[in-house]
């Protein structure tokens, strides 16, 4: 099992990687509509932790956006590059993720990420950051708002509402299933916040979270346990630790 190595150069301090953030968040390109939804591929990416082996394991799970099967995935193992602290999640992950975008053996497409993009303090989240890097285009999709406020959407799949820091508005909370708590949506890199939403609601056909991060999940998880495992010996090992998104 190859571990993935923290990058020569990488932040150290919250004082480091906030500068790098401060760098590269003019890098973000905003005015890109983004692929059409339903074409081409998209890709999920997710992480899954052991705290105690210092461990992180990232997935890449493509799929073709029309059908939504898998068309690739990849995965790595990596040491945790930085120390948990909200607003700087990126940092702990982005490493690991791009190892895995690296082993797929096809163009990503979008990559769709379980956490933020604009909707961030800094306006630069994990999709941002990942995009920015990559020149890929990026969405965030999050379980919840971080620390923004918004008002509940109409109770319909689809309806929406913005999703506000002051006045700004930095994202929006989306209903992709009747009756069930949104999902809260925002722009990495290269796509429109309509892309966003479009490309969200094609990807939660049945289910309340996207596809492609139902699957990277899944992957990450399995990815972790195998690694414990072989670090270990212990041969069913059920050491994750979930992440908490504030990126």
Not at 79 to 97: D, K, N, Q
Not at 147 to 170: H, K, M, Q, S
């Amino acid at each position: 099992m190859m571990i993935v190595g923290v990058p020569a150069g990488w932040p150290a301090t919250e004082e480091e990687a906030r500068a790098v953030q401060d760098e590269l968040r003019g890098r973000v390109v905003l005015d890109e509509s983004g692929p059409a939804p339903g074409t081409g591929r998209v890709t999920g990416v997710d992480v899954a932790y052991d705290d105690g082996l210092d461990l992180v394991a990232a997935a890449a799970v493509v799929l073709d956006a029309a059908t939504l099967e898998v068309v690739a995935e990849a995965t790595a193992v990596g040491r945790v590059s930085f120390p948990y602290v909200p607003g700087l999640l990126a940092f702990r992950e982005i490493p690991t993720v791009r190892a895995a975008l690296d082993r797929l053996p096809c163009p990503p497409g979008l990559v769709v990420c379980d956490g933020y993009g604009l909707a961030h303090p800094r306006r630069f989240g994990l999709a941002s950051h990942l995009g920015v890097l990559t020149g890929l285009p990026t969405i965030g999709v999050a379980k919840n708002p971080f620390t923004f406020a918004y008002d509940d959407p109409e109770p319909a799949r689809g309806d929406r509402a913005p999703l506000l820091a002051g006045t700004e508005v930095v994202g929006c909370a989306l209903r992709t299933r009747e009756g069930v708590k949104p999902v809260f949506v925002s722009v990495g890199h290269r796509v429109s916040l309509a892309g966003a939403v479009a490309h969200t609601l094609a990807l939660t056909p049945r289910f309340r979270l996207p596809e492609t991060t139902r699957r990277a999940d899944a992957l990450c998880r399995q990815a972790l346990r195998r690694a414990a495992a072989d670090l270990t010996g212990d041969p069913a090992p059920d050491r994750t630790t979930r992440r908490t998104p504030a990126s």
